[in-house]
């Protein structure tokens, strides 16, 4: 293969299976309701302009055999999804506090689609993780991701082996701290429901001949819906910076 062909097939080649498979995964750009085609693009057009950027990286890498090809085209888009994965957790956490945030307010019974894609989800999580994902692009988080993808050419080498368990235990430790973080930002639904059920437990058992339940339902559910005013922009606050310094932290360490 002629020295040209490398330039001009190959290293864009080895770049796109890093930045397409980040891309695969990615909040946002991962959406079922975003074309096919239209991710496709910016995948090639955010490879192509990345590219001149660590050409140096990746061009004597496929200086080498050709038989070395495959098991890099493989490493390189493992490193990708390993990458977009891990910025993936943190939605997938918000995700699923959201849906105890609903279900603790009363609303866990209205099901409907999630926002990116068609598993069952609630309204009222809707109004959590939909703005997430619009704070992704509003807060540059997709420009940040671009740059981490550029840095992560000089922890993740072009060509060597991709380390199944210390980045397994990294993924683990991650899903950990991300769950952590997003239940803790749930903890005004968690005190607000307990109290709430408590106080009409309360009742319930002073004055059993009243129907406690359907008396107490349309309270939980305005003051859900109270406490979720109050608290979201704070909510989204905090886990959009949290974001974003786990993206430069993963840039720079890798």
Known sequence: ????TQQTILVPLIVFCRVGACFMVLPGFSSDRIPVQLRLFVAIAVALAIMPLVYDDVRPVIAGPADELLSIIITESLAGLFLGFI?????????????????????????SHAIEGNDPSTPYSAFVTMPAAVLFFIANLHVAIIRMLQNSYETLKVGSQFATPPNLSMI?????????LTLQLSAALVVYSVMVNLAFGFLNKMIPQIPSYFVSTPFVVLGGLFILLQVDSGILSIFSSLVTQAITTLGQHG
């Open 1 to 4: 293969m002629s020295e040209l």
């Open 87 to 111: 910025v993936r957790i943190f939605y997938l956490a918000l995700e699923f506090a959201a849906i105890g945030m609903a279900n603790l307010a009363g609303y866990g019974s209205a099901f």
């Open 172 to 180: 683990v430790s991650t899903f950990g701290s991300a769950f952590k």
